[in-house]
T-cell receptor, first 111, second 116 residues
Framework: QKEVEQDPGPLSVPEGAIVSLNCTYS??????FMWYRQYSRKGPELLMY????GNKEDGRFTAQVDKSSKYISLFIRDSQPSDSATYLC???????????FGSGTRLSIRP | EAGVAQSPRYKIIEKRQSVAFWCNPI?????LYWYQQILGQGPKLLIQ????????DSQLPKDRFSAERLKGVDSTLKIQPAKLEDSAVYLC??????????????FGSGTQLSVL
């Protein structure tokens, strides 16, 4: 069993839709949770970062962490074609431990 | 500020040949990472440096891969000899060594390696 599981997609939605991206994990020691966005032929860039459980909002993006279920989500409101990319969840235990990435979900927003 | 610089952008080699990748991190970033990203997968950490020292190289295939970070700035990753399964994008990233910033990795655009 992988430490971090993520549905690879692809996921295709119309412009303006709400998008929900999810990851599950098995290591209860994970405390730091991140979402990275990766455009084609580019390196990942950090979108959202959450410590422990709860919600965090930044513009059209909301990250949720449910540690009891070992489940994290990223919601994108009013999705735009420019949001088309691969979204990688990532997590780590202590601040000194390595970051483990999910395999990524490929998202396409149709104009 | 300038981002993480990597070169070359693309490399095609035959199996059993050697190859080297170069990375220059963002100025002032003490931590440098090399990741391997195989098509359709997430990045996998190969090695993490803090300044000159190695923090984690547990997933580096040390029989064929080596990496160094001289003077705590730029870094090279070498593969010798290459195997077909080494075909991947090799990503370099850097971060500040400071609480609250350890999760913010800045990635370069990567080197796409094809081993034939």
């Amino acid at each position: 069993q992988k430490e971090v599981e993520q549905d690879p997609g692809p996921l295709s939605v119309p412009e303006g839709a709400i998008v929900s991206l999810n990851c599950t994990y098995s290591n209860s020691a994970f405390q730091y949770f991140m979402w990275y966005r990766q455009y084609s032929r580019k390196g990942p860039e950090l979108l959202m970062y959450t410590y422990s459980s709860g919600n965090k909002e930044d513009g059209r993006f909301t990250a949720q962490v449910d540690k009891s279920s070992k489940y994290i989500s990223l919601f994108i409101r009013d999705s735009q074609p420019s949001d088309s990319a691969t979204y990688l969840c990532a997590m780590r235990g202590s601040s000194a431990s390595k970051i483990i990435f999910g395999s990524g979900t490929r998202l396409s927003i149709r104009p | 500020e300038a981002g993480v610089a990597q070169s070359p952008r693309y490399k095609i080699i035959e199996k059993r040949q050697s190859v080297a990748f170069w990375c220059n991190p963002i100025s002032g970033h003490a931590t440098l990472y090399w990741y391997q990203q195989i098509l359709g997968q997430g990045p996998k950490l190969l090695i993490q440096f803090q300044n000159n020292g190695v923090v984690d190289d547990s997933q580096l295939p040390k029989d064929r891969f080596s990496a160094e970070r001289l003077k705590g700035v730029d870094s090279t990753l070498k593969i010798q000899p290459a195997k077909l399964e080494d075909s991947a994008v090799y990503l370099c990233a850097s971060s500040l060594d400071r609480p609250g910033y350890n999760e913010k990795l800045f990635f370069g655009s990567g080197t796409q390696l094809s081993v034939l």
